[in-house]
């Protein structure tokens, strides 16, 4: 992640002056056809258990494809702008994800590349939203919207995605992870010293 800025920022506003909400032009700012060549090439990777096919087929509408990426079951590139994502080196994106790279509002539609870095992971369900880069290493837990860039190394989760703190919360904390399970075990009757999941690695899986 090199670009500074917001999402916003990097995001290209098309107006659609008029009485009708933008997506009831989209025609004009996509080709159907591209549309429909697109959304075929899509459907069938979604259901392709190849990796190799699903790489190959995002290729060849636009979608920047590192090496040794994979797409779970059911991923979703942007249907109308494929070519502006970008997806590095063994990056995982999850079962069912959606990265989009459009949003039609009533007086515009904005695009925006999304970026997802080497060896990031997007979990399950999760959805990103135009203009945003995931740094290299960051995890995006299951079923999270990403509102925001996330920093090389960085675990987010929820709605919005915020950083997960050392304690497994969201929006940081003074609690350290360790002062934390022995505070919970206590209130549950567990003695304390024992081993405790990591509920982090659960939130990431794909």
Known sequence: MTDEGTRHDRLA???TPGPRNSLQSWPNARSPLVVARNYT???AARVSPSLRVKNWLLRRIGVTVGEGVSWGLESTPDVFWPDLITVEDHAIIGYDATLLCHEFLQDEYRTGEVVVGERAMIGAGAVVLPGVHIGAGAQVAANSLVVEDVPPGATVAGV????????????GGDE???????SRKAREGDEPGESSEDESEDATQS
Do not use: C, F, L, Q
């Open 13 to 15: 506003r098309h107006p």
């Open 41 to 43: 090439a899509i459907v």
């Open 160 to 171: 919005p995605a915020e950083p997960v703190s050392r304690s497994g919360g969201r929006g």
């Open 176 to 182: 350290t992870r360790g002062e934390a399970d022995e």
